[in-house]
C-alpha cells in the first residue's frame, strides 16, 4: 500500500490508519523526530512524577523510551486506530505496568478534568489541520479545548482558559496579541534575558503577517519564578494537592518564607519575613561549622509582627468599624478566622489585641501543620483552630450560638480554579450562607471578606448579595492587585464617614505600638481606610 493516503482528508479517518500500521508491522514510525533528538527538550520540562498523555501516539517508541530512561512513568498513550492500540498494548504492556495504550478520540476524551500535567503531540495536530476550511478549523478548536480541560496548571484557570480573561489579561498588559508560557518550579532560570533568549525565536514564529523583521517583542513576568529561592519542604495534602514552603530573597537584604500550592503556582497562599538571613544557593556561610536550618526544627526567625499581604493590613484595620469606643488593645473581642494559610493574620490579631480570643477554622490539617512548623503559629489559652469545613462550623454555631463573634474575617481560597472567582468558594458568599454568617456576628460588629474575583458579572452579583445580606456595606481595593477587601455590618446604624474611620485607625494604631510589640512602619491603618467606600 501507498504510505500516502489519497486525499489530506483521509489523515483523519481511523481506517486509513488501520491501513497504515499493518502496512508498518512492528517497525516504530517516527514523524518529526527520534528521542534521542527530543531528549532534551522533554527532560528540560517533563518531571518524572508527572502523569503525562501522549495524543495521537501511533507506534512511535517516544513513550517506551521515556519510561525505559526513568524519565516518567505514569504515561498515557490514546490513538483513533484500534490497530495500532492492539499492537502496542501487545509491545509495550508486560514489559511497561505503569504505561497504558487506549483506544480513544482525542476530540472527545473520557479522561476528567485537570488529570494531566502534561500533555505531547507528535504530528497528530498536523493530521488534523489538512486545510482551512471551518469544519477543520473547529476540529483544531476541539482538540485544544480537549487538551486545556485535561491539563492541570495555569492554563485552566479562569484569567487564562475563558475568552473574557484572556481580553482582561491583555488589556492589563496593554498588547493586541499576547503569547503566555509557563516556567517550571523545578527548572533552573538564570533570569530574563536567558529565558527571552530562548523564546524569541518561537514567539518570531507566531508573529502576525507584516511585523518588521528587527521589530522588539516585549517579554513580561507574572509571579515569583524568575529568582533566588530554597525549597524548605514539599508536600502533598488530599485537600490542596502538592505545596512548596520556600524561602526567596527580596529586594535588599530581607528575606520571605513562602506557601504556594502547586495548582496555583504564580500565587503565594502565605507569607511571612524572616527576622535573620538564611543561607541560600550561591550565598557564602558566616562560619563553616554554622548549623543548617532542619525541618523537623520548629523556625525561629519568623517576623511576627509584620504583615506581607497588603490584604491582611486592610483586614486588620477593618476593626476600627466596631462599635462604641475605638477597639483598644485591651478590649475583649472574639474573632473568628475563616482560612489559617500561614497563621499571620490570626497570629497578628492574637499578639497586638491583648485580650483577643480568636477562633481559626481550617479544612486541610496539613495546612495547621505547616503553619506550626514552618511559620511560628502556635495555639494556646486565646488561639484555637478548629479543624473543620468553614460552611459546616459556621452552620453550626448559627443554630447552636448566635450573636458571639465581634469579628468574622473570611480569607479562604478556591479549589476550583476555572471559576472567576479564586478568594472565596462560591458557596461561602451564597445567600443562605450569608445570613448564617450574620446570625453568629454580634449586632455591632463587623464581617470582613477578602474577594478576588476577575469576573465582573460574577462580582457584581456577588456585591448584591452581600447588600441583600448586610444593609451597611464599605469596600476597600487593593492598589496593584486583585483582592478587595469588604466590610460587612448587619445594622445600617453603625455608619461611619470615610474621615472618621482614618481618624479612629490613627487612634488604634498608636494604642497598637506598645513596648514589645514592634510596629513596621511601611503600612499605617488610616492608609489602609483611606480609599474605603460605602456602597
Known amino acids: 500500500m501507498e504510505l500516502l493516503p489519497r486525499s489530506p482528508a483521509e489523515f483523519g479517518s481511523a481506517r486509513y490508519w488501520d491501513r497504515f500500521f499493518r502496512h508498518c508491522g512492528q517497525r516504530p514510525f517516527e514523524w518529526y523526530g527520534t528521542f534521542p533528538e527530543l531528549c532534551p527538550v522533554l527532560r528540560k520540562y517533563v518531571r518524572p512524577r508527572d502523569k503525562v498523555l501522549v495524543v495521537g501516539c501511533g507506534n512511535s517508541e517516544l513513550s517506551e523510551q521515556m519510561y525505559d530512561m526513568g524519565m516518567c512513568e505514569d504515561i498515557v498513550n490514546i490513538d483513533i486506530s484500534d490497530a495500532v492500540i492492539r499492537q502496542m498494548q ?7 505496568p505503569k504505561m497504558s495504550y487506549l483506544l ?34 473547529a476540529k483544531v478548536d476541539k482538540m485544544f479545548a480537549e487538551i486545556s480541560r485535561v491539563l492541570q496548571g495555569r492554563e485552566t484557570e479562569w484569567l487564562f482558559g475563558t475568552e473574557e480573561g484572556r481580553r482582561q489579561l491583555a488589556a492589563s498588559a496593554g498588547f493586541g496579541r499576547l503569547v503566555t508560557v509557563a516556567l517550571h518550579r523545578e527548572q533552573h532560570y538564570e533570569g530574563m534575558a536567558a529565558i527571552q533568549a530562548e523564546l524569541s525565536g518561537k514567539v518570531m514564529e507566531l508573529a502576525p503577517p507584516g511585523l518588521p523583521a528587527r521589530q522588539q517583542v516585549p517579554f513580561l513576568s507574572v509571579g515569583g519564578d524568575i529568582g533566588v529561592r530554597m525549597v524548605r519542604h514539599c508536600d502533598t495534602s488530599p485537600l490542596s494537592g502538592e505545596y512548596v514552603v520556600e524561602d526567596v530573597k527580596g529586594d535588599g537584604t530581607c528575606y520571605f ?26 550565598q557564602k556561610k558566616r562560619r563553616k561549622d554554622k548549623k543548617k536550618p532542619s525541618p523537623a526544627e520548629p523556625p525561629t526567625a519568623i517576623d511576627k509582627s509584620y504583615l506581607c499581604c497588603e490584604h491582611h493590613k486592610a483586614m486588620v484595620a477593618g476593626l476600627c468599624l466596631l462599635g462604641g469606643s475605638n ?22 490579631i492574637h499578639d497586638y489585641f491583648s485580650q483577643a480570643h480568636v477562633a481559626v477554622v481550617e479544612i486541610d490539617p496539613s495546612m495547621l501543620e505547616v503553619a506550626t512548623c514552618w511559620f511560628g503559629f502556635s495555639q494556646g489559652d486565646r488561639m484555637q483552630v478548629h479543624v473543620s469545613d468553614g460552611l459546616d462550623y459556621v452552620a453550626k454555631l448559627a443554630a447552636e450560638a448566635p ?16 471559576v472567576g472567582m479564586s478568594c472565596p468558594p462560591p458557596a461561602f458568599v451564597e445567600e443562605p450562607f450569608l445570613q448564617k454568617v450574620k446570625t453568629i456576628l454580634k449586632p455591632e460588629g463587623v464581617f470582613v471578606l477578602n474577594l478576588v ?72 491603618l488610616a492608609d489602609m481606610l483611606q480609599a474605603v467606600k460605602i456602597l
Open 90 to 96: 501487545e509491545r509495550s504492556g508486560s514489559k511497561r
Open 104 to 137: 480513544m478520540d482525542m476530540l472527545q476524551m473520557d479522561f476528567p478534568d485537570a488529570h494531566f500535567q502534561v500533555v505531547l503531540d507528535k504530528g497528530t495536530l498536523d493530521a488534523i489541520l489538512t486545510d482551512e476550511e471551518e469544519a477543520t478549523l
Open 257 to 282: 518564607r513562602r506557601l504556594i500550592f502547586l495548582r496555583n503556582r504564580n500565587v503565594v497562599q502565605s507569607e511571612a519575613r524572616l527576622l535573620a538571613s538564611v543561607p541560600l544557593p550561591g
Open 327 to 348: 477597639p483598644l488593645p485591651g478590649t475583649p473581642l472574639a474573632v473568628l478566622v475563616v482560612g489559617l494559610g500561614g497563621g499571620s493574620l490570626p497570629l497578628f
Open 403 to 418: 450573636a458571639q463573634y465581634d469579628a468574622i474575617m473570611f480569607d479562604v481560597d478556591s479549589k476550583d480554579l476555572t
Open 453 to 524: 474575583c476577575r469576573d465582573i458579572r460574577l462580582k457584581d452579583s456577588v456585591l448584591a448579595t452581600l447588600r441583600d445580606v448586610f444593609p451597611l456595606l464599605y469596600t476597600r481595593r487593593i492598589e496593584g492587585e486583585v483582592n478587595e477587601i469588604l466590610f460587612c455590618q448587619p445594622s445600617p446604624e453603625g455608619r461611619r464617614d470615610p474621615t472618621e474611620l482614618v481618624a479612629r485607625a490613627r487612634v488604634l494604631e498608636q494604642d497598637l505600638r506598645q513596648p514589645g510589640h514592634p510596629w513596621d512602619s511601611s503600612y499605617a
